[in-house]
């Protein structure tokens, strides 16, 4: 079995160097890849390099290891928040192993973005006649992008090679990086793209900073949420959390990274060009699948209905044949109701709002009963009852117009406006222990819904307010893939898992924090045990 292994993984590795074929380009882009046979004759002139720039963005979507399927659902189901498909049974039960199918297509995809970022990074430099300004925000947006793939393989897998130049013939692979290394360059590409990216639709020396790429306040976000993790992680490993000790490398105390967290979220909000929802009409069109990159979504991945160029994610999050998603399979992702009754508070006007109330599919009509965990079933050619279905779908990733499974416009929304508000009140009551300063930062995300039970954390235990968190993130970003890096950065995972599954399935030890590195790495890179 292991020459077999070695076998793929020696393919696998053949196609992380000699892949150089950027797959389709999404029209918010403007830009179009060419396909680069030579990557060292390829970077020659400013096109090279904004179409080598826009493969990068492209290899976000290009598998479906990544954003454009698998890794949103394994992020879901590894959850508290509710079931999968059976295909993400073991993310669910805690019982991943090496071999796991899932884990590998999403570290081969995630590896080969890296790949393409390092290769903006390495040769734009080199790019002669170029606009200077351009060039530097060429290479921040790639070392987001780096940043990013960097951040997500950090928090799945733990300790992982580090590779920040591009392969070299011949060349072996690498040992796991301490996480406090990994961490360093994320900051350090982060730090450059808060410097160089530009304004949302920025207009400088006759270029555009087109909608749907980096931008400075997205960089800033992201940025703030790096520290927020590093901090809670290290707070709780020094409390005794196990599943988070490798963050104990970190040569900083939890408050310093609290502190760049804030400063970090105060300059994201300074940034021009967004803005909270102003009332809760406002706020149930943000998730529309025609409004992608509005005023409240830092930093989207692209969805189009154009073939080739869309994603699953309507499918992923809808119920399938309901006229709400393309066609094939759907539903694969749905809320628990013991997460709903028991994690949040579930007459919040932010989860009201966002799940589907109606739907229905050839033969049934699903309406949401009233204790809104789950659909009143009838026949739709009677009118006759049909049991009911235990389970709710939310509303955040509709798509009627998408004809198929991968047609789909709607974007996934890696950070937005709201998540930026709550790492401050987080960062903000942590370095102070005082929960009552995130009243601000709860409070205004609260009033945009017309929500009139306000947050007071006066007089709340740090662990009451950490509490409160969990439930006031948990309801505002619900399914948008950040539950599963909550709960473990908190080191409260297990708690939550069995709150929702029961002391079986949820049962989580610290083994579960990180997914193992796939076996198709570590059997061929004899640097990996």
């Known amino acids: 079995m292991k020459t077999l292994y070695t076998q793929k993984i020696k393919i696998v590795s053949l196609l992380l160097f000699y892949l150089l074929v950027f797959t389709g380009c999404e029209n918010y882009l403007e830009e179009k890849p060419l396909t680069q046979v030579n ?16 493969g990068a963005y492209a290899q976000l979507k290009s598998g479906n290891g990544y954003y454009r399927q698998q890794f949103l659902s394994s992020l879901y189901a590894a959850s508290d928040q509710g079931q999968g498909s059976f295909n993400h049974r073991d993310f669910r039960f805690g019982t991943i192993t090496n071999s796991h199918p899932l884990i590998e297509r999403s570290w081969i995809d995630i590896y080969i973005a890296i790949k393409d970022a390092n290769n903006v990074i390495a040769r734009v430099p080199d790019v002669a006649q170029m606009d200077e300004e351009l060039r530097s925000r060429i290479i921040g947006e790639a070392r987001f992008l780096r940043a990013l793939h960097y951040f997500n393989l950090v928090r799945c897998y733990g300790e992982v090679p580090l590779r920040t130049t591009p392969v070299k013939p011949g060349e072996k692979g690498l040992s796991k990086s301490p996480v406090v290394d990994i961490y360093n360059v994320i900051i350090e590409d982060l730090t450059f793209a808060a410097q160089h990216c530009w304004g949302f639709n920025e207009n400088r020396n006759g270029y555009t900073n087109n909608i749907g790429r980096v931008t400075k306040a997205s960089a800033h976000a992201l940025l703030a949420k790096v520290y927020v993790q590093m901090a809670s992680s290290l707070r709780t490993a020094q409390d005794g959390q196990a599943g988070n000790d490798k963050y104990l490398t970190l040569t900083e105390s939890p408050n310093f990274y609290y502190q760049k967290a804030i400063e970090q979220a105060d300059l994201c909000l300074q940034q021009p060009s967004y803005r909270l929802a102003s009332n809760l009409a406002e706020y149930k069109t943000i998730f529309d699948a025609d409004k992608g990159n509005n005023f409240e979504m830092l930093f989207d991945i692209q969805g189009a209905s154009i073939a080739g160029e869309g994603t699953a994610v309507s499918n992923l999050f809808s119920p399938q044949n309901s006229g709400l998603a393309g066609g094939g399979f759907g539903g694969t992702n749905r809320l628990q109701p013991q997460y709903i009754n028991q994690s949040i508070d579930k007459f919040d006007p932010r989860y009201i709002n966002t799940i589907i109330d109606f739907y229905q599919d050839e033969t049934r009509t699903y309406t949401l009963g009233s204790g809104l965990t789950g659909y009143i079933r009838t026949i739709t050619a009677t009118g006759a009852a049909n049991g009911t279905l235990s389970r709710v779908f939310t509303g955040k990733y509709i798509d ?7 047609t789909s416009q709607q974007n996934w929304h890696v950070i937005r406006l709201a998540d930026v508000y709550l790492l401050r009140a987080e960062a903000l009551a942590e370095l102070n222990q005082n929960p009552a300063l995130a009243n601000s930062d709860f409070n205004t995300l609260r009033t945009r819904v017309e929500m009139t039970d306000l947050f007071d954390g006066t007089g709340l235990t740090m662990d009451e307010f950490r509490e409160a968190l969990l439930r006031e993130r948990g309801v505002e970003l619900f399914m948008e893939g950040h539950r599963w890096f909550d709960l473990t950065r908190m080191g409260v995972y297990d708690e939550y ?4 599954y029961g002391n079986n399935v949820g049962a989580r030890g610290a083994e579960d924090y990180t997914w193992p590195i796939p076996l198709i790495e570590s059997s061929a890179n004899e640097n990996i045990d």
């Open 497 to 500: 898992c069995r709150r929702t």
């Open 39 to 54: 990557i060292d004759a390829f970077y020659q002139n400013e096109s090279d390099a904004l179409a080598g720039l826009t």
């Open 400 to 406: 009627r117009g998408a004809s198929t499974e991968y």
